[in-house]
């Protein structure tokens, strides 16, 4: 979990992650990434009680899912060239362990299942997430 009990240092590790996400160019390289922190800050500011704030990174959360991410895959850059090779040396290869439609289900029932997020069910953005969400299944 990302420290939900201490909103200060909850602040500042999402303040350092996306300085580092900005660095590395974690959306290119591994977008999977992005998702996971987006969620699991969405969550936290849903347990700290700032709803907002939640809201906007679960937006960022369904941007990422919707956007280019599947076919998912890690990717090098200029900066990791040698990342590709090494891909290519693993039993996976450049590929997850799960397939792309059992990634999009678990993508969609993340926010449609989690139990913090039945505080939101009546709020029109969140309905308008779940729809965007269940796009992608």
Do not use: C
Request: net charge negative; no cysteine; charged share 20%.
């Amino acid at each position: 979990p990302l420290a939900y009990d201490d909103p200060a240092y909850f602040e500042e590790l999402l303040h350092r992650f996306h300085q580092l996400q900005e660095i590395f160019h974690l959306k290119d390289l591994h977008p999977s990434v992005l998702l996971q922190v987006s969620l699991s800050a969405s969550l936290g500011y849903l347990s700290l009680g700032k709803k907002e704030k939640a809201l906007t990174y679960l937006a960022q959360y369904t941007n990422i899912a919707t956007g280019n991410l599947f076919p998912l895959q890690l990717n090098g850059d200029d900066f990791f060239p040698a990342l590709e090779n090494w891909f290519d040396k693993l039993m996976i290869g450049n590929q997850p362990p799960r397939n792309d439609k059992i990634i999009r289900q678990s993508i969609f029932e993340s926010v449609a299942q989690h139990p913090l997020f039945e505080t939101l069910s009546k709020d029109k953005e969140y309905q308008s997430i779940l729809k965007q969400l269940k796009s992608i299944i």
